[in-house]
């Protein structure tokens, strides 16, 4: 045997060994990864508490206000950012809100859900500050507590399940609501406990083009995607895993995931933060409070990964506009409420 031929021979003999000692990368694995600066807008003539999320319908901004005193929602025009209206008004009236959710803008409506009421209303975009315009529809039967809400059409809801007894609950307005989904099982193939459905708490968004919920875990990073037309799921896990809880600390996980998910076009866009509570902790102690995330994952409507977008600054909620190839952010932790990022040009 020549000396190339052993030389050869040697080198396969060692990458063989250190490809079978070597474990296979856990988590998500982007393609792309692109560093995004944002720019920071305040609206003239509107107060907010706690703006949370954003829905952008053509020419049309809304922006929720998780702890509004007198409104939940507010419209401003876009691109402009001018305020033009606030509606939800806070209350016990019929037509009033008690406890809030993320809306839903489609088909020149915006689409609101009381949980306390278990009551969606309708306001249409071009009358939002008007009371009489408002459509109330009702649903029948106790329900569990739902912070999360996604219309599949003008009298059908999906609910994320806070219980831990499925992943979601598709409820039409007239005939029972039908539990969809189980938890999802764990990296070993075991199923979790019903009881740690709390830990599970996701945020949801619906495509009506496919039929199809997203849905992206507040602790770990797991995102799940569930058909309802032919009840399919596909489950795709970071590196951080499934949501687990820290021994002796009921109230959250050892790593904070998810903070928003949008399914826009073809595309599902989540939001991601990835700190420790030890992090956030440590943020809380030093007086520089900071929710969100700052990164933003793409994945494609199979949950195939397909760009990582780095953002220079934490925010708690996203929109995209696919028109002027841009990302809209809301934050509370800053001093100006918005924040855009251009996207690259492909």
Not at 265 to 281: H, W
């Amino acid at each position: 045997m020549d000396g190339k031929c052993i030389c050869g021979c040697l080198l396969l003999e060692c990458w063989w060994t250190i490809s079978c000692g070597r474990e296979e990368p856990k988590g998500f694995f982007f393609p792309r990864t692109i560093e995004l600066t944002g720019e920071s807008l305040g609206v003239d003539s509107l107060y907010m508490t706690y703006p949370y999320r954003l829905e952008l319908a053509d020419s049309v901004l809304i922006v929720m206000d998780l702890h509004g005193t007198d409104c939940f929602y507010h419209a401003l025009s876009y691109p402009g950012l001018k305020y033009e209206s606030s509606f939800g008004r806070k209350g016990k009236g019929p037509r009033e809100i008690t406890a809030c959710t993320p809306m839903t803008v489609r088909n020149g409506r915006v689409y609101v859900w009381d949980g306390s009421k278990s009551t969606l209303l309708v306001y249409p975009l071009s009358a939002l500050d008007e009371e009489d315009s408002v459509r109330r529809v009702s649903f029948e039967g106790k329900l569990p507590a739902a912070v999360d809400m996604a219309v599949v059409d003008d009298s059908t809801v999906v609910l994320g399940n806070l219980t831990g007894e499925s992943r979601l609950i598709l409820l039409p307005a007239s005939g029972e609501a039908q539990k969809m989904f189980s938890l999802p099982a764990q990296e070993d193939g075991t199923l979790p406990d019903p009881k740690t459905g709390y830990l599970w708490r996701a945020f949801l968004s619906y495509s009506p083009e496919s039929g199809k919920a997203a849905l992206a875990t507040q602790f770990g990073e797991v995102l799940e995607i569930y058909d309802l037309t032919d009840s399919t799921q596909q489950v795709s896990m970071g590196a951080g895993g499934v949501p687990s809880a820290r021994k002796g600390n009921a109230y959250g996980s050892v790593m904070e995931g998810f903070c928003d998910v949008k399914w826009i076009g073809d595309k599902i866009y989540a939001l991601f933060s990835g700190r420790s509570r030890e992090e956030k902790e440590e943020a809380a102690r030093s007086d520089s409070r900071i929710e969100g995330g700052n990164r933003i994952y793409v994945f494609d409507a199979k949950g195939r990964p397909e760009t990582c977008y780095l953002l220079d600054r934490f925010i708690d909620g996203l929109t995209v506009d696919t028109t002027g190839n841009r990302i809209v952010g809301v934050t509370t932790s800053g001093e100006l409420p918005f924040v855009l990022f251009d996207l690259p040009v492909r």
